[in-house]
């Protein structure tokens, strides 16, 4: 009998605020749907409630430790990280959140985001790359959105 493949769920959102909302549950609900569809063992347990991804604070949480985990070996390659959207991994500056998805890319995770149905893996990306424009377009949205908004609240 052939194992599951493994998958993580992560889960994030910035201000506590937000907890008070649907974001944890729609997050959650999503990922198990996306697992079941495709029979995947999965591990909800990486969540980074009330850390922001613009200023990393996440990486010092959930995300940092996955990561940690991946380069150290400890989670299979072929594994896969579930994630809403390419903006729960990183707001940072393009080429600092390029390189934290490459990394776990070519560590062997393949990247799913359930908004728009995407997923990135090497094995894809070596053949076409094209995927690879549209996330960094998705990278460059997240940021400018992260840091008009921190432009504003300093304003005030």
Known sequence: ???????FSYVRFSSSEQAKGQSLRRQLEASAHYAEQHDLDLDTS?????????????????LGAFREAVIAGRVPRGSVLIVESLDRLSRA????ALSQFIQLIEAGIEIVTLMDGRSYSAEQLN??????IVSLAIMS????????????????
């Open 46 to 62: 990486l969540r980074d409630l009330g850390r922001s991804a613009y200023k990393g604070d996440h990486l010092r949480g959930s």
């Open 93 to 96: 500056k393009v080429p600092q």
């Open 1 to 7: 009998m052939q194992r599951k493949r493994k998958a």
């Open 141 to 156: 949205r997240a940021h400018e959105e992260s840091a008009t908004k921190s432009s504003r609240i300093s304003d005030v």
């Open 127 to 132: 053949t076409d790359w094209t995927p690879l």
